[in-house]
């Protein structure tokens, strides 16, 4: 059952989707202080490889040493060109392809200046890369440039994923990269509702499900929905063999799960695919998406790799559903961008997680006392009578 009692308020104005200085705000209170699904595991497959992107502005190195993943920015000490332009490939050594400048592989460090004497009185230490901050979670690579964000794998957990069954690097099926002109919080939106099922996916998921068999849960920085799995009876008594054989159990469900502010995790009890909305600008939005099937550590290579080929039969009715959700998706955003509207919107029960998000994005943006333009729009959009359904959020 859903949460809200009424229907709520649309709390985010339209400028809040097509504003570039909206935008500029928002990357530095919403976007950067945060954990981002940036790549997966099987991007680095030994030491020395490394991908290179940009991220809010900055770009950013991962390279793997020591079997681990590390993060730069990609920028010399030197005379602050890039290390490198190339999106991915091997390198033996942190080095700059401009004068040869090397940096060591962990802490970042200026070790190697070529005509070191020409720099004196340079003090060993003085210069070196700026780290960033990375975390493994699985098969996922996370990234942050905030010193003081909580640990995501530890949010992973709270939320109840089983990172080692969902998303283990063992059972890694694929990735994409797609660049489309929407705001990112449109694309998000998206996925936290399914009052738009009937129109946009009458061939994949058909309907909605009835609200008797869907619930939500709303905590501070994330946000979940539950409801049912696959209701074809010759896909359930398949999963139910493969699922007993792996020795995993079977809930019957789907779950996503929003961990704010731009990576959603979709999942049954054999597949998870991940979202990971990263904005480039106020109108154009990058979607790295990646999936897996569901692996149990322990159990016999024949039952995982079942599972694993199931799950590749799967990933093309996922996909499927993205891809209409993003021919759609362009349509919101001209909608938004136009110079007149009828109305604030409104957002109805069904989509109470997105009233939940927009105002945690609110919460954040009212931190620049120079924002005057989003604190106006709070006071005109969220009273406490407006808000009053969501009370009940869990803590």
């Given at each position: ?43 680095f497959p030994r ?252 159990a016999s290579a ?7 080929n199931w799950g ?84």
């Amino acid at each position: 059952m859903f949460l809200s009692d009424t229907h709520l308020p649309q709390l985010l104005p339209p400028s809040a989707y097509t504003d570039p200085t909206w935008y500029i705000t928002e990357r530095e209170h919403v976007l950067t202080p945060a954990w981002h699904v940036v790549a997966t595991t099987s991007q680095f497959p030994r030491d020395g490889s490394f991908i290179t992107f940009d991220f809010f502005g900055c770009p950013i190195i991962l390279r793997r040493h020591c079997g681990e993943i590390r993060g730069f920015l990609n920028v010399c000490a030197h005379r602050l060109a890039k290390l490198t332009s190339q999106p991915t490939g091997y390198c033996s050594a942190l080095r700059c392809g401009y004068h040869g400048w090397e940096y060591d592989e962990v802490s970042g460090a200026t070790k190697k200046i070529p005509d070191a004497p020409s720099f004196k009185p340079l003090e060993k230490g003085m210069l070196g890369l700026t780290s960033v901050r990375v975390e493994t979670c699985g098969g996922l690579v996370f990234a942050t440039l905030s010193e003081d964000a909580p640990s995501v794998g530890k949010s992973l957990l709270e939320c109840g994923i089983d990172v080692a069954r969902t998303m283990s690097p063992a059972g890694f099926l694929g990735m994409r990269e797609i660049c489309f002109p929407v705001n990112w919080k449109v694309a998000i939106e998206n996925t936290l509702e399914s009052y738009h099922v009937g129109e946009v996916h009458p061939k994949t998921f058909k309907t909605a499900p009835a609200e008797e068999q869907c619930s939500h849960q709303l905590f501070p920085a994330i946000s979940i929905f539950c409801g049912p799995g696959d209701t074809v009876p010759w896909i359930q008594r398949l999963e139910r063999v493969l699922l007993s054989g792996a020795a995993i159990p079977q809930t019957g469900g789907y779950r996503h799960v929003h961990l704010y502010p731009t990576c959603t995790i979709a999942e049954t009890d054999t597949f998870t695919i991940i979202l990971s909305f990263l904005p480039e600008s106020a109108n154009r939005t990058r979607l790295f998406m990646t999936w897996f099937a569901s692996q149990r550590a322990g159990a016999s290579a024949v039952w995982n790799g079942l599972i694993r080929n199931w799950g590749r039969v799967q990933s093309g009715f996922w996909l499927t559903v993205v891809n209409e959700d993003l021919s759609m998706l362009p349509t919101v955003q001209q909608g938004l961008a136009s110079s007149s509207h009828p109305g604030t919107g409104l957002i109805s029960r069904r989509e109470e997680r997105i009233t939940h998000f927009q105002q945690w994005i609110l919460d954040r943006i009212q931190t620049d006392t120079t924002a005057t333009q989003p604190a106006t729009m709070l006071v005109t959009h969220s009273s406490p009578s407006a808000v009053s359904p969501m009370e009940n959020v869990l803590t």
